[in-house]
Structure formats: C-alpha cells, structure tokens
C-alpha cells in the first residue's frame, strides 16, 4: 500500500499491484467505490462499461463506481500500475485479493489470431 486509508480517514487509497503475465480479476463493480487504474510499465488490457482500451506505461483509465469494469494482463512479462480507489472502504479487501490474483488466467481476453 502507498496511500492506506487510515492515511486519508477513508477518503482513498493508493497501492502498487503487480499482474503476472495472462492473468487478471473477473469482470466486477463497486457500488460504492470508484477505481483508477495508472500503468507505471508493461501493458494491460482494461475493459469497462463493455469497451477495451489497451494501456501502456504512462497510460490509465478510471471506473466509476457501478461500472461493470476488469483489467488483463494478456501479454507474456508482468505489468506495475498504480490503483487508486475513492473513498476507501476495502483496504483489507484488495490486500487479500491482490496476494490470490497472482497467475488467475485472461481466458476472456485473448488476442486476436494468437494461437
């Protein structure tokens, strides 16, 4: 964790997630929480309300709380982003589901004409 939200009361956190290669969360949302999502290196692929954007280092997308939202890594070396959520109300949440993420397969987002 970079930013916990005992540093804000709640108002957000911050923390460094590494996706291994092929692997990402199932599609979800948060009722009361929106996620920002920065690429610090690598590339991933993040899906939300439905549409795909491809990020590279320097590159971020924002869900909005209720939005059906993901993100996949579907390339073969790791990817670093920054995530920041608002308010915070997860923090023990992302910790232990960011120790269970690491090698959870992309079967959803394959590349096109990879075999």
Do not use: C
Not at 6 to 26: E, M, N, W, Y
Not at 54 to 62: K, Y
Request: hydrophobic share 35%; no cysteine.
């Amino acid at each position: 964790m970079k930013l916990t939200n005992t540093d804000t009361s709640g108002a957000a956190a911050i923390f460094h997630q590494t996706l291994p290669p092929r692997s990402g969360p199932p599609l979800h949302r948060h009722s009361r929480e929106d996620e920002w999502f920065y690429v610090l290196d690598g590339e991933i692929t993040a899906e939300i309300d439905g549409e795909r954007t491809v990020l590279r280092e320097g590159g971020s997308a924002f869900a909005p709380r209720g939005t059906a939202h993901t993100i996949h890594n579907v390339v073969d070396a790791s990817a670093h982003l920054l995530i920041m959520v608002t308010p915070d109300s997860f923090n023990q949440f992302f910790e232990e589901v960011s120790s269970l993420n690491r090698g959870l397969p992309a079967p959803d987002l394959v590349e096109p004409n990879s075999s």
